[in-house]
């Protein structure tokens, strides 16, 4: 398996731009996970899907955050407009989620997110 | 999940065991204990979890205490490439919550 893909690896645009960063999880997994990292914050949660439902999106700054998964091997976090505090390293994670099981989170590599 | 408490950060040389600490004082008999690490530029990736006894792999062991109130991820021999964040969550399989928060981890600093 390729594990959780994400791209763009690296995004570098101006403010008031609309971006979308894009995941696919690991076949079979059916929850998939949004994080964002910076270094003031660390890891933070932005939303969880679960069989391609978001569950909890509590941890979205603000409206101008939207994540879909329109099928189990797609997921897109936008940003419209964005904003330089937005800068940060995006990470899409996925999981095979079970009721007896441990359920492991596979990381994609990151999109690092740069907004001038 | 339940929170967990980790040092921020920890010294080793290359070669020695090293032990990474983690507290979860309000673990529930549902928790799993997982074991992450994030190498520099690089996704979290994960290295190992337990349930109550103590599990070993070929990256690492964990030792989890009889009240499981804390365990201990053990690096039998450190090298450079070791050097990274290292996570303790808990994962709760139990009532369809499984929510994973990181902390801040504890950064491990391998010195030659």
């Known amino acids: 398996d390729a594990g959780v893909i994400q791209s763009p690896r690296h995004e570098v645009t101006e403010m008031g731009q609309e971006v979308t960063l894009r995941c696919k999880p690991i076949?079979?997994?059916?929850?998939l996970f949004w994080y964002r990292q910076t270094m003031m914050r660390g890891l933070e949660l932005l939303i969880y899907f679960n069989n391609n439902v978001p569950i909890d999106d509590s941890g979205m700054p603000e409206d101008r955050f939207s994540a879909k998964m329109p099928n189990a091997s797609f997921s897109t976090l936008k940003i419209q407009p964005s904003e330089p505090r937005d800068s940060a390293v995006y990470f899409c994670?996925?999981?095979?989620?079970?009721?007896?099981?441990?359920?492991?989170?596979?990381f994609g590599a990151g999109s690092r997110l740069t907004v001038l | 999940d339940a929170k967990t408490t980790q040092p921020n950060s920890m010294e080793s040389n290359e070669e020695e065991p090293v032990h990474l600490p983690c507290n979860h004082s309000t673990i529930s008999g549902t928790d799993y204990i997982h074991w992450y690490r994030q190498l520099p530029s690089q996704g979290p990736e994960y290295v190992i979890h337990g349930l109550t006894s103590n599990v070993n792999n070929r990256m690492a062991s964990l030792a989890i205490a009889e009240d499981r109130k804390s365990s201990t991820l053990i690096l039998h021999r450190a090298t450079l490439r070791d050097a990274a964040v290292y996570y303790c969550?808990?994962?709760?399989?139990?009532?369809?919550?499984?929510?994973?928060?990181f902390g801040r981890g504890t950064s491990l600093i391998v010195h030659p």
């Open positions: 076949s079979g997994h059916n929850s």
């Open positions: 969550i808990l994962r709760d399989v139990s009532g369809g919550s499984y929510i994973p928060t």
């Open positions: 994670a996925s999981s095979l989620v079970q009721g007896s099981g441990a359920n492991v989170l596979t």
